[in-house]
C-alpha cells in the first residue's frame, strides 16, 4: 500500500511560517489534501486538491504539492494554530485514501 | 448547519459486535458519499470504510474487511457501521465524515461528527 511520510513534530515561533511536509513516492501526480486536528475534536479540512482552501479557512494556510513531497505552509503562525495536522491521498493500489501519521505543530 | 451527530459506542468484549449510527442534518444526506473514520487513543488517523450517494460504492480497509459493514437510510439520513467480531485493536473514537461535494472520489471530508468511542476488551 501507498505509505505517506510526515516528521512527528515540528515547532515555530509566533509570527513565523511553518513548514509541514508529506513525504510519497511519485506524490505529486496525486492530489493531497490536509486536516488539522486540535486536542479533543474532530479534524478539519484546511487545504484540499494541493493547495484550495475550504470557505472559513485563513489565507494563511497554503498547500503545494511536486516530486516526492507535498507541503503545507502556515504563515504568519498563531497560537490557535498548535495541532496536529495529517495529509490524505487516494491509493490506487489498494482503492482507498491514505492518511499520512501526522505532524504535531508546536507554536513556542 | 451541517451537522453528523455519532452514537452507538461502548465497551464491548473481544469477538462481539456493535452498530455504529450518524444522523446527519443541515445538508441533502443522499447527495453525498459518507466515510468513517477511526483514531485509536494517542494515534493518528485511520480510514475505515466509504459509501456512495446511492450505496452503490463500498470500501473498505483491509484492516475491517469481512468484519465491518456500512450501509446509509437515506429516507432517515442515516449511516451506519456495523461491526462484528471485534478486536482489542479496534478500540477507537470513530468519526463520521461527510465527502466533498462533487468528488469522483469518497474523499475528502469536509465535515466531521465528534465521534463515538469504541473500546474493546475483556
Known amino acids: 500500500s501507498y505509505v505517506l511520510t510526515q516528521p512527528p513534530s515540528v515547532s515555530v515561533a509566533p509570527g513565523q511560517t511553518a513548514t509541514i511536509t508529506c513525504g510519497g513516492n511519485n506524490i505529486g501526480s496525486k492530489t493531497v489534501h490536509w486536516y488539522q486536528q486540535k486536542p479533543g475534536q474532530a479534524p478539519v479540512l484546511v487545504v484540499y486538491d494541493d493547495s484550495d482552501r475550504p470557505s472559513g479557512i485563513p489565507e494563511r494556510f497554503s498547500g503545494s504539492n511536486s516530486g516526492n513531497t507535498a507541503t503545507l505552509t502556515i504563515s504568519r503562525v498563531e497560537a490557535g494554530d498548535e495541532a496536529d495536522y495529517y495529509c490524505?491521498?487516494?491509493?490506487?493500489?489498494?482503492?482507498?485514501?491514505?492518511f499520512g501519521g501526522g505532524t504535531k505543530l508546536t507554536v513556542l | 448547519e451541517v451537522q453528523l451527530v455519532e452514537s452507538g459506542g461502548g465497551l464491548v468484549k473481544p469477538g462481539g459486535s456493535l452498530r455504529l449510527s450518524c444522523a446527519a442534518s443541515g445538508f441533502t444526506f443522499s447527495s453525498y458519499s459518507m466515510n468513517w473514520v477511526r483514531q485509536a487513543p494517542g494515534k493518528g488517523l485511520e480510514w475505515v470504510s466509504s459509501?456512495?450517494?446511492?450505496?452503490?460504492?463500498?470500501y473498505y480497509a483491509d484492516s475491517v474487511k469481512g468484519r465491518f459493514t456500512i450501509s446509509r437510510d437515506n429516507a432517515k439520513n442515516s449511516l451506519f457501521l456495523q461491526l462484528d467480531s471485534l478486536r482489542a485493536e479496534d478500540t477507537a473514537v470513530y468519526y463520521c465524515?461527510?465527502?466533498?461535494?462533487?468528488?469522483?472520489?469518497?474523499?475528502?471530508?469536509?465535515?466531521w461528527g465528534q465521534g463515538t468511542l469504541v473500546t474493546v476488551s475483556s
Open positions: 465524515a461527510r465527502v466533498v461535494v462533487g468528488a469522483t472520489l469518497p474523499y475528502p471530508a469536509d465535515y
Open positions: 490524505q491521498v487516494w491509493d490506487s493500489g489498494s482503492d482507498h485514501p491514505v
Open positions: 459509501i456512495s450517494s446511492s450505496s452503490s460504492y463500498i
